[in-house]
């Protein structure tokens, strides 16, 4: 968690960001990977940044996970 302030042009912003991590199915990169059969991610990390202005506040959250896709070629038989 980091929250600071920040002027620009005379205005005076607050930001603050903040990162949850899953506990389930953490580990490194190289040896945990892709989704479980109940659905979890390897390495779920979501990222949430809030900027305020006044009394306006917005937010942008990011997710991240380890996923890997391997295509199959189906079509040689």
Not at 27 to 46: H, M, P, S, Y
Not at 48 to 62: G, H, M, R
Not at 67 to 77: A, K, P, R
Request: aromatic share 10%; with cysteine.
């Amino acid at each position: 968690i980091a929250i600071g302030k920040l002027d620009i042009n005379e205005n005076s912003f607050t930001y603050g960001v903040i990162s949850r991590r899953s506990t389930y199915r953490a580990g490194t990169r190289l040896f945990i990977r892709g989704i479980d059969n109940d659905g979890k991610v390897a390495n779920f990390v979501e990222t949430e940044q809030i900027l305020q202005l006044d009394d306006v506040a917005c937010s942008y959250v990011q997710n991240y996970a380890d996923l890997n896709f391997e295509v199959q070629d189906n079509s040689i038989v």
